[in-house]
C-alpha cells in the first residue's frame, strides 16, 4: 500500500510540474529571436542615421573652420557653420532617443552604443559650429560688415 502511495504522490508531482512548467515553456516559445549582431534593428538603423548626422556635421564644421580661419577658400564659414550646429543637434537628440528608448545594454540590438556615439558626435559638431559662428561674428564686427 505504500509503494502505491509514493508513486500516487510521484506521479502528481510530476504532473504538477508540467503543469507549471507549460505557460514558461510557451512564454520561451512566444518571445523574439534575440538579435544577431549582424541583424539591422530599428533602433540600430535609428542610432546609424543619427551618428552619420552628427559625423556630417563635424566634416562640415570642420571645413567651415579652416574656411572662418583663412585656411581654404574666401568667406566666414556662416553658412557651413549652421548646417553643422542642425546636423549636430539632430543627431544628438536622434542619439539620445535612442538611448532613453533602449530596453536592453549593448547588444540586444537596440542601438544602444550608436545612440551615444550619435550623442558625442553631434555634440562635437555642435561646438564645432558654434566656434565657427562666433568666429564669424567677431570677423564681421571688425570688419564692420554686422
Known sequence: MSVRLVLAVAGATLI???????????HVLVQPDP???YTLTAGRLWSLVA?????????????ALARSAG???TGNGRRGAIVALVAGLAGAVIGGLVVAA???????GYGIVGGFVALV???????????VLARSRRTGIRSGLN
Not at 556630417?56 to 564644421?61: K, N, P, R, T
Not at 533602449?102 to 540586444?108: E, H, I, L, V, Y
Not at 558626435?121 to 566656434?131: D, K, P, S, W
Request: glycine share 24%; charged share 5%.
Open 35 to 37: 538579435a544577431s549582431a
Open 71 to 73: 585656411r581654404i577658400g
Open 16 to 26: 504538477e510540474g508540467f503543469q507549471l512548467a507549460a505557460p514558461a515553456a510557451a
Open 121 to 131: 558626435v553631434g555634440l562635437i559638431a555642435t561646438v564645432l559650429g558654434g566656434l
Open 51 to 63: 551618428a552619420l548626422l552628427g559625423l556630417a556635421g563635424v566634416v562640415i564644421g570642420g571645413l
Open 102 to 108: 533602449a530596453d536592453g545594454g549593448p547588444g540586444t
